[in-house]
């Protein structure tokens, strides 16, 4: 009798610590926080009979329900079988639209996910994956339940662009790396990454009708490693992998500045006034006659410092643009995307007429193979073509000056949102000439009132650079992105009044966990209680 009381009296002791350990999707850790979270009570559990059931007609659809089945896979054991017959996590897709926007439902039956684009889909499988223990990322067997709080989640973007960048320039990232930094993107839903192709240091990309750009822009980097390229297939294998998540690959080329590594590629495409150093000569800058009978161009030499502002294409050099022309139409053929970015930033040896007249031919030479461009803030202080976008990284001024031709901003202030900024003095890589980023302050800034006169009607969204001066591999690219990327993708997801410093420090300890459970060894900064 005794026995039986025990077992009766610790049976209802378990019972309520599982019950007060039962989790509550608001209590998920999910980031970017959803725009309405509401609690059900009770779980529901994943199991050996789980399965994929797809509603709906899209192209994609099935490759959707694949993604997530791939997902769920691993470390649960389970078939999670993919069909249009049945399965306790519905896909259910209402409409044909480019939405991202869904709903997501757990009940005591099981998950349902709906949304009227293919995008919102992708968004809700992947805060389902928010909602399961963290150990749903782990690559093997994991030998525990697999419960998921009951509720609902409604959630749609405050942004369309929500962006990250990837210096690959000064330092060359791999595809593998490009892949893995994906990854997470995607988890954070974010839906744009610009590759910074193309600087002074190095030449990232194939082209094919000017072969050398790669032969020898691309054969070192900063600190004079070995660097490297991508083909044009590996360029594609990038655009493919990012197309599955939903992020949109925007290349940059970046001029008519920051070119040496082209310069150094090809010599008649220097001014012919140059300095063996690649600096141009500022005695000969001055009348900068390109078209001049005894022009004389050399190479310039390849460079691996970290300096910025002393190269330039040569604007008024007809050529010029033959190189711009072949360059665009090789990388437009292979970006299905909207954008090209022309850069534009730091051209302080181009004068400043001629940087005027080469951006707005560059802008045509965009426009002609259907693209949109986007250029550093500078390029607004040219005449924008309508749609065209201007990303705000320094000069108030020049966000102003982009809004006033009706043109949209792109924002990536540097002191809240580059992620090569320092977290302090003592962070062991990354520059602090803008300011020392702390998560909390990459945090705490407000898009549509950061920049005077510029609100919300006239920002296109947001975007986090990450420059690669002091950034080698892959451990360098975690400790500097994360949690500073989650902090912007935030800000580019989740509306205004549901943001607060205080919940998403709350949060992130179970996004750390994530990032743990997949090896991304992001920076504990002690403004979170990890
Ligand atoms: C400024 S931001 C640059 C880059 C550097 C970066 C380092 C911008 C448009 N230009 O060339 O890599 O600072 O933080």
């Given at each position: 009798?005794?026995?039986?009381?025990?077992?009766?009296?610790?049976?209802?002791?378990l019972?309520?610590?599982?019950?007060?350990?039962?989790?509550?999707?608001?209590q998920?850790?999910?980031?970017?926080?959803?725009?309405?979270?509401s609690?059900?009570?009770?779980t529901?559990?994943?199991?050996?009979?789980?399965?994929?059931?797809?509603?709906?007609?899209?192209?994609?659809l099935?490759?959707?329900?694949?993604f997530?089945?791939?997902k769920?896979?691993?470390?649960?054991?389970?078939?999670f079988?993919?069909?249009?017959?049945?399965?306790?996590?519905?896909?259910?897709?209402?409409?044909?639209?480019?939405?991202?926007s869904?709903?997501?439902?757990?009940?005591?039956?099981?998950?349902?996910?709906?949304s009227?684009?293919?995008a919102?889909?992708?968004?809700?499988?992947?805060?389902?994956?928010?909602?399961?223990?963290?150990?749903?990322?782990?690559?093997?067997?994991q030998n525990?339940?697999?419960?998921?709080?009951?509720?609902?989640?409604k959630?749609?973007?405050e942004?369309?662009?929500r962006?990250?960048?990837?210096?690959?320039?000064?330092?060359?990232?791999?595809?593998?790396?490009?892949?893995?930094?994906?990854d997470?993107?995607?988890?954070?839903?974010l839906?744009?990454?610009?590759?910074?192709l193309?600087?002074?240091?190095?030449?990232?990309?194939?082209?094919?009708?000017?072969?050398?750009?790669?032969e020898?822009?691309?054969?070192?980097q900063?600190?004079?490693?070995?660097?490297?390229?991508?083909?044009?297939e590996?360029y594609?294998?990038?655009?493919?992998?990012?197309?599955?998540r939903?992020?949109?690959?925007?290349?940059?080329?970046?001029?008519?500045?920051?070119?040496?590594?082209?310069?150094?590629?090809?010599?008649?495409?220097n001014?012919?006034?140059?300095?063996?150093?690649?600096?141009?000569?500022?005695?000969?800058k001055?009348?900068?006659?390109?078209?001049?009978p005894?022009?004389?161009?050399?190479?310039?030499?390849?460079?691996?410092g970290?300096?910025?502002?002393?190269?330039?294409?040569?604007?008024?050099?007809?050529?010029?643009?033959?190189?711009?022309d072949?360059?665009?139409?090789e990388?437009?053929?292979?970006?299905?995307?909207?954008?090209?970015?022309?850069?534009?930033?730091?051209?302080?040896?181009?004068?400043?007429?001629?940087?005027?007249?080469f951006?707005?031919r560059?802008?045509?030479?965009?426009?002609?193979?259907?693209?949109?461009?986007?250029?550093?803030?500078?390029?607004?202080?040219?005449?924008?073509?309508p749609?065209?976008?201007?990303?705000?990284?320094?000069?108030?001024?020049?966000?102003?000056?982009?809004?006033?031709?009706?043109?949209?901003?792109?924002?990536?202030?540097?002191?809240k949102?580059?992620?090569?900024?320092?977290?302090?003095?003592?962070?062991?890589?990354?520059?602090?000439?803008?300011?020392?980023?702390?998560?909390?302050?990459?945090?705490?800034?407000?898009?549509?009132?950061?920049?005077?006169?510029?609100?919300?009607?006239?920002?296109?969204?947001?975007?986090?650079?990450?420059?690669?001066?002091?950034?080698?591999?892959?451990?360098?690219?975690n400790?500097?992105?994360?949690?500073?990327?989650?902090?912007?993708?935030?800000?580019?997801?989740?509306?205004?009044?549901?943001?607060?410093?205080?919940?998403?420090?709350?949060?992130l300890?179970?996004?750390?966990?994530?990032?743990?459970?997949?090896?991304?060894?992001f920076?504990?900064?002690?403004?979170?209680?990890?």
């Amino acid at each position: 009798m005794k026995k039986v009381l025990w077992s009766l009296a610790l049976g209802s002791l378990l019972a309520m610590a599982s019950c007060k350990e039962s989790p509550k999707l608001s209590q998920s850790g999910l980031l970017p926080l959803p725009q309405e979270i509401s609690d059900g009570s009770g779980t529901y559990e994943l199991g050996a009979s789980s399965g994929i059931k797809l509603t709906g007609s899209s192209e994609r659809l099935t490759g959707i329900g694949e993604f997530l089945a791939e997902k769920l896979r691993p470390a649960t054991g389970f078939d999670f079988p993919v069909s249009f017959d049945a399965g306790d996590i519905e896909l259910e897709l209402t409409g044909n639209d480019d939405s991202e926007s869904y709903e997501l439902t757990v009940t005591a039956d099981g998950v349902k996910i709906s949304s009227t684009g293919e995008a919102g889909l992708f968004y809700g499988v992947q805060t389902l994956l928010q909602i399961l223990p963290a150990e749903i990322y782990q690559a093997n067997l994991q030998n525990q339940s697999w419960m998921i709080p009951q509720g609902m989640i409604k959630d749609s973007p405050e942004f369309e662009y929500r962006g990250s960048m990837l210096d690959v320039a000064r330092h060359f990232i791999s595809v593998a790396d490009v892949k893995f930094y994906l990854d997470q993107m995607a988890q954070l839903k974010l839906n744009y990454l610009h590759l910074h192709l193309t600087d002074d240091q190095g030449w990232r990309i194939e082209i094919k009708s000017w072969p050398k750009l790669t032969e020898i822009g691309g054969s070192t980097q900063v600190g004079g490693g070995k660097g490297g390229f991508y083909t044009q297939e590996d360029y594609k294998e990038i655009v493919a992998y990012a197309a599955e998540r939903f992020i949109t690959i925007v290349p940059e080329v970046d001029m008519p500045g920051h070119t040496n590594s082209a310069l150094a590629s090809y010599a008649e495409l220097n001014p012919g006034v140059n300095l063996p150093n690649g600096k141009l000569d500022s005695v000969n800058k001055a009348p900068l006659d390109y078209s001049m009978p005894t022009r004389n161009p050399q190479a310039s030499e390849l460079y691996t410092g970290i300096e910025v502002g002393w190269s330039t294409f040569a604007p008024k050099l007809e050529l010029t643009y033959a190189f711009v022309d072949s360059v665009v139409r090789e990388i437009t053929e292979i970006t299905p995307g909207p954008y090209f970015h022309i850069g534009g930033d730091e051209s302080h040896v181009t004068e400043k007429e001629d940087y005027i007249y080469f951006v707005e031919r560059v802008q045509d030479i965009v426009s002609k193979y259907g693209k949109t461009s986007i250029g550093w803030d500078e390029v607004a202080t040219a005449k924008l073509l309508p749609g065209n976008v201007a990303q705000f990284w320094a000069k108030e001024e020049n966000a102003k000056l982009a809004k006033d031709q009706e043109n949209k901003v792109l924002m990536s202030p540097a002191k809240k949102i580059y992620l090569d900024m320092q977290y302090d003095s003592t962070t062991r890589i990354g520059l602090h000439w803008a300011a020392y980023v702390e998560l909390d302050s990459a945090y705490l800034w407000e898009p549509t009132e950061y920049a005077p006169g510029i609100s919300k009607e006239h920002i296109l969204g947001i975007e986090a650079p990450l420059w690669t001066e002091t950034v080698v591999n892959r451990e360098d690219i975690n400790y500097l992105a994360f949690p500073r990327l989650a902090a912007a993708a935030e800000i580019a997801w989740t509306s205004k009044d549901r943001r607060n410093w205080e919940g998403f420090s709350k949060r992130l300890p179970a996004q750390g966990k994530r990032w743990d459970v997949q090896g991304v060894g992001f920076y504990r900064s002690p403004k979170v209680t990890w």
